[in-house]
Each structure stands twice: as C-alpha cells, then as structure tokens.
C-alpha cells in the first residue's frame, strides 16, 4: 500500500492556472501508474488523467481538450498535473490515485476500479 498527499490546490480565476502535486511514500514508486481523478459536488468521480511507470505513456479525459499535462518524476515520488486555461467546470475535489504494476506494462488505467490507492483529494475552485 503506498500513500498519497496531494497538494497545490486553491481558488483560481477562470482561464488561470494551478499546478497539482502528488506526493507518494513509496518504496518502488516506478512500479506504480498513476492517475488524477477529480469529483464535483452531486456527481461522479470521473477520470482526468493517467500516466504509465515510465511517463512515455499518457492520457486524458476528452474535457482537458490539450488544457492539461500530467508528469512525473521519479526520483522525486512525484506525479505532477499541470491545468492551464481552467474554467468553472473544472471545479472538483482532484484526487490522486495509484495501482501496484505485476509487470513493467507500459500502460495507464480510466477506470477507478483500477486503482488500489487514493489521496485524500485537494479542493480545485474556479470562479467565472
């Protein structure tokens, strides 16, 4: 089990810009893929997005249209999500997730179901 702390979150004007960071306490943090997911109040937590072991391999959410980036750095048990452009409708709880690889699948995951590990979320708030 590895544990997840997010931080950076905040109140943000609309098209403005806020840098996610996930911190992992892990010893083998490259064995991990890793994902930002993100829940509004009265709806579902939805996928934003992924990135493999390596970070050769990302993915997005069909609502970041090219506004987010999603990184890591390893040396740093680190996971990064850059948001630039952000609107109102980004306005979420943005939660952190990890899934344990069996192998070096160079491969990110959607679904919440696919995760083992969570953060405890960090408020995003996007004013018009």
């Known amino acids: 089990q590895v544990q997840l702390a997010e931080t950076g979150g905040g109140l943000v004007q609309a098209g403005g810009s806020l840098r996610l960071s996930c911190a992992a306490s892990a010893r083998s943090f490259s064995s991990y893929a890793l994902a930002w997911f993100r829940q509004a109040p009265g709806k579902e937590r939805e996928f934003v997005a992924g990135?493999?072991?390596?970070?050769?391999?990302?993915g997005y959410g069909d609502f970041v249209k090219g506004r987010f980036t999603i990184s890591r750095d390893n040396t740093k048990n680190t996971v990064y999500l850059q948001m630039d452009n952000l609107e109102p409708e980004d306005t979420a709880v943005y939660y952190c997730?990890?899934?344990?690889?069996?192998?070096?699948?160079?491969?990110?995951?959607?679904?919440?179901?696919?995760?083992?590990?969570w953060g405890q979320g960090t408020q995003v708030t996007v004013s018009s």
């Open positions: 997730a990890a899934r344990l690889l069996r192998a070096y699948v160079n491969s990110y995951y959607r679904n919440l179901d696919e995760y083992n590990d």
């Open positions: 990135i493999s072991w390596s970070g050769s391999n990302t």
